[in-house]
């Protein structure tokens, strides 16, 4: 039996060859190009091996005994050799299926676990006709308003137990309920679904013809949920490139379904990060991937956290962008790696010019041959930022991953409505389109303008 499960997983483990499928994770062109080199030795010592049918030549032992000295040493490797060969031959000559046929021991033991799990099956079987008969006797017990003292049962003492539960303990006959016809059931059911409505809602609210969520207007439903208005201004707001002082009273209903699409999308990805972390850890506790611990209490300050890090990470990459003179570049190819060099000189064949604003900008611009530039698609921009940080050996989290990708489909959906664009306007530049939307009440508006001035002239240089 052992041994058929070595053969058996023998056969599950991964052939020679499937090790040139790592190849994949190998980071880096200095990596790749030693692991194809690797590949190809493997190759070779392959095809030699297989070329080679001729029975393998014994070792000429008189021969390495003219030509090594030392002589201890060349009888320690004959001997080991011989004693090695007698060992292998012994072992390919004996028979294995007749030495596993003599292994009758254990029975006796695998015996004795049979009878005592038939002895646990009966126990089993009692303990269910019990519960069943127990069952029965407490489905078949009559009503309350029926016992009486006079019908004892002297050899049931569960009915006995239920009698003095019931009929002694239990304060039915002097009970006082109230008529719930009067007017003072009424007046009482009125104050209880004031005071709960005070507790729920917190604004004084007494009339009654406005105490159900569909029945309000949105403003007041917005007010009570805090997370449906934040989602769907954000999704306004993304999906429109709208102002906050616009948003409607009703969104379309198309958008609230696309709401619930992208929600339960993001679900999806951190629902299956969890179940990976219960299962690889077997935790009793575990957190969706941005989520605190304790939604209620926590909550606020962790998301008022997550966003502060967010905002700074995104005015860093502002300030990247516009200290390099990358931000409000229309006519021209930013060039900052290797990839992005391979993929500007692919557009035209390596036609276009290659222009430098100097030492200090760590950045190369290219002009193209012929071929007017276009506002590149949202979601081909997270591909390709994507890809760069995977070649780079880094990766972002899953959920992150995933809300960043839906970010930037319902950006791309704005085509649909604006003629194919998604920023600008038709014959608008970027800088236009940005200022446009930036706020003059916003106190980085002064340090947007200068840039895009500055911008401005940088590229009249070209």
Known sequence: MMRRGIRSSLRALPRRDRWHMLQEYAVGEMNQEEFRKLRVRDGQVTTLVESTTATPKAIDWASWDSRIS???????????????????????????????????????????????????????????????????????????????????????????????????????????????????????????????????????TTRQNNKLLYQRPSFEYYDVFRGPLIEHMIFYLTKTGGDARTFPEMMPTKWYAEIYDVRFKLYNVLQRRKRQV??????????????????????????????????VATELCAGRLMGNFILFSDTYVPVQSGTAFYRAIQMDGGKGTFYSLGSDVNCLFYKPAGIELTTPDPVECFQALADHATMTGRKFEAGYAAAFESFTEVLASRKEGLGGNWFTAPGETSKDAFMRRLKKSDPAYDIYAAAAQSAHGESQKF
């Not at 695998?110 to 079987?125: H, I, L, M, R």
């Not at 605190?292 to 998301?303: R, T």
């Not at 956290?305 to 967010?310: G, N, Q, V, Y």
Request: net charge negative; charged share 30%; hydrophobic share 35%.
């Open 70 to 204: 030392n002589k201890e040493v060349l009888g320690c490797l004959k001997s080991f050799h011989e004693q090695q060969s007698v060992l292998l031959e012994q072992v390919l000559k004996e028979d294995h299926s007749a030495s596993i046929k003599k292994q009758t021991e254990g029975w006796e033991l695998f015996d004795a676990a049979v009878t005592s799990c038939e002895k646990s099956v009966e126990k089993s079987e009692t303990i269910l006709k019990n519960g069943a008969r127990a069952l029965w006797i407490s489905f078949q017990n009559p009503p309350i308003s029926m016992l009486s003292q006079s019908e004892w049962l002297d050899a049931d003492q569960y009915w006995q137990a239920f009698v003095e539960k019931h009929h002694f303990y239990h304060n039915h006959l002097l009970s006082a309920v109230e008529d719930p016809e009067s007017k003072d059931y009424d007046a009482k059911t009125k104050a209880d679904l004031k005071r709960n409505w005070e507790v729920f809602d917190g604004r004084g």
């Open 278 to 311: 219960h299962e690889a850890t077997w935790s009793r506790e575990s957190t969706h991937d941005f989520h605190p611990h304790d939604m209620e209490h926590d909550g606020e300050a962790y998301y008022s956290k997550l966003i502060a890090k967010e905002a």
